[in-house]
Nanobody, 121 residues
Framework: QVQLVESGGGLVQAGGSLRLSCAVS????????VDWYRQAPGKARERVGG???????NYADFVKGRFTISRDTAKNTVYLQMNSLKTEDTAVYSC???????????????WGQGTQVTVSS
């Protein structure tokens, strides 16, 4: 059984930094790829960026140069490093990972529970 735990959200002043984590535990599954999303109050969910199984990353224009996605394979954890935060970055951030067992091709999609990021002016 896969357990996916997000952490790292909180309150930060504009210009500050936060690092979100998304950890897969309790199973033999490994993370194949990840997408990070966010949803602000009253707004549609939007994709922040992602990392594919080869480690290549891509980002939405509104976070390029400020946010970085990385992974620690040994810890089965992916990260979203957020720098130079702006008030408009305030939202609930969620990770969506594709996991699979080593040596197999079937992937399974899991969502994190979401974590609140609040950026104050």
């Amino acid at each position: 059984q896969v357990q996916l735990v997000e952490s790292g959200g909180g309150l930060v002043q504009a210009g500050g930094s936060l690092r979100l984590s998304c950890a897969v535990s309790g199973s033999t599954f490994s993370i194949n790829s990840v997408d990070w999303y966010r949803q602000a109050p009253g707004k549609a969910r939007e994709r922040v960026g992602g990392m594919d199984n080869g480690g290549s990353t891509n980002y939405a224009d509104f976070v390029k140069g400020r946010f970085t996605i990385s992974r620690d394979t040994a810890k089965n954890t992916v990260y979203l490093q957020m720098n130079s935060l702006k008030t408009e970055d305030t939202a609930v951030y969620s990770c969506n990972v594709l996991v699979k067992r080593p040596g197999t091709i079937t992937q399974y999609s899991y969502w994190g529970q979401g974590t609140q990021v609040t950026v104050s002016s």
